[in-house]
């Protein structure tokens, strides 16, 4: 696309804003901040001038374009249909563009497009953490041991290490049995693959459990989203189209159990496909896209549940409630759990400034608006923070393990699994 024609898609989207600043109240950069730079209107603005000729495409617009959680609270609270979400990407990538992106970057993103070299790099990366990482003083993760070049980990920084086995290698390609309820294929991300493959068997375990055949291919590719948000849409068009070609099978449903990949497929990659075939094959792939907390609420069978007497709280991932429109599923399943005491915390919805590489970026900042989260789950009381992104679950974990907290965090699918099993050992119990 001509420099012309993005600038013309801009404009479309730069008339609406009235200026009313809407999106100053609820952008969690701005709150930290308290600069108008940091919110949608003032970004609009800096793109407004870029059209005009008044402003350049310089690395520092780059940098004020980055700063920013793409949360979308500023789509959701704009009440004249800005979609600023759309011209932040695209301005990164115009920044992209024009001022290239940081070397780790563009080799990171292009890595992604080896599969295989990609999971090779992880699996020797696995071996070799200790050599780079040392156990927490809390053991609850992984730290540093010193400035890695390029990694961009802050050495305060807890991280959960990469799991010994990955998930797909845990699980056979293909899970059936007798008299199917139907078939879902289950797209399983980066993140439960090499960092949490347990709540990827949950997950797993979840769909058979309800009577669903599965398929867990060995050959999806990352989702795309670290590139394409980093401005790299051409490595995320690559990676949606290998994962539509993947995805394309005789299937019922597409399974996602990580927010921003399950946005990815569902949405976002019908702004970057740009091959008809591709996109044809696309749109029948989103419509069958579903988070594994709105599987359970739309065909679980709460008669299985067995009781968890457990206090739990949930943090709305912005690509959950804002990305796919989940957020009353896992509610509804919580309160079919007997005795689950789940106690809702104030501003769940609010990000909590995990946001992809901003909080590598930006870790000071990130900290500060995890912070407020942090506040509202300890004044609910509960022990435990579930939440369905993977990203928000290794943020919220370090600034627990930061402050001392002894509250634990649970994918939502760990959770579900953990009350289907209680409702077996009671069944059993019952013989
Ligand atoms: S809320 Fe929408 S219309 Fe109002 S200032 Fe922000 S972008 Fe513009
Ligand atoms: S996406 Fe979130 S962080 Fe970015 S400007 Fe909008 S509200 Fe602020």
Not at 106 to 132: C, H, I, P, W
Not at 277 to 304: H, Q
Request: aromatic share 6%; glycine share 8%; proline share 4%.
């Amino acid at each position: 696309m001509s420099e012309e024609h993005v600038q013309e898609q801009w404009k479309k989207q730069l008339v609406k804003c009235i200026r009313c600043g809407t999106c100053r109240s609820v952008c969690p950069v701005f709150k930290e901040e308290n600069s108008e730079n940091t919110t949608a209107r003032g970004k609009v603005q800096l793109l407004e001038g870029v059209v005009e000729g008044n402003v350049k495409l310089t690395p520092i617009l780059q940098e004020r374009f980055n700063k920013c959680l793409l949360c979308k609270a500023c789509v959701k609270g704009c009440p004249s249909g800005v979609r600023t979400d759309l011209l932040f990407l695209s301005a990164r990538q115009a920044n992209a563009r024009k001022n290239s992106l940081p070397l780790v970057k563009r080799v990171a993103f292009k890595g992604l497009t080896f599969r295989k070299l990609f999971d090779t790099g992880l699996r020797f990366g696995s071996v070799m953490q200790n050599v780079f990482m040392k156990k927490s003083a809390d053991g609850r993760g992984n730290q540093a041991r010193f400035n890695i070049p390029g990694s961009g980990l802050d050495l305060r920084r807890i991280i959960p290490p990469l799991a010994d086995k990955p998930l797909r290698d845990r699980i056979p390609e293909k899970i059936t049995g007798e008299n199917a309820k139907g078939k879902a294929v289950f797209f399983t991300g980066c993140m439960l693959n090499y960092i949490y493959p347990e709540a990827g068997e949950a997950v797993v375990n979840i769909l058979r459990k309800n009577g669903w055949d599965v398929t867990v291919p060995s050959d999806q590719a990352c989702c795309g989203t670290p590139a394409f948000t980093s401005g790299d849409q051409d490595t995320g068009r690559k990676l949606a189209a290998d994962n539509v070609r993947v995805l394309s099978g005789d299937y019922d449903l597409v399974i996602t159990a990580c927010a921003s990949c399950g946005a990815a497929l569902k949405n976002e990659y019908g702004e970057i496909i740009q091959d008809e075939d591709t996109r044809r094959k696309w749109e029948k792939i989103s419509a069958k896209v579903m988070d594994i907390s709105e599987f359970v609420e739309k065909f679980g069978d709460p008669g299985l549940f067995g009781p968890l007497p457990l206090k739990i709280t949930y943090h709305d991932a912005c690509h959950l409630v804002r990305g796919m429109d989940v957020s009353k599923q896992p509610r509804q399943v919580f309160a079919a759990v007997p005795k689950l005491d789940f106690r809702d915390m104030k501003d769940a919805d609010v990000c909590c400034g995990a946001g992809g590489t901003f909080s590598m970026v930006y870790y000071d900042l990130s900290r500060r608006i995890n912070d407020h989260k942090l506040d509202n789950a300890a004044d609910t009381g509960a022990d435990y923070l579930v939440t369905g992104c993977s990203a928000c679950r290794m943020h919220i974990t370090d600034g627990l393990s930061q402050r001392g907290s002894n509250m634990k965090v649970m994918h939502t699918a760990e959770l579900i699994d953990m009350a289907y099993k209680s409702g077996e050992n009671q069944k059993k119990g019952g013989k």
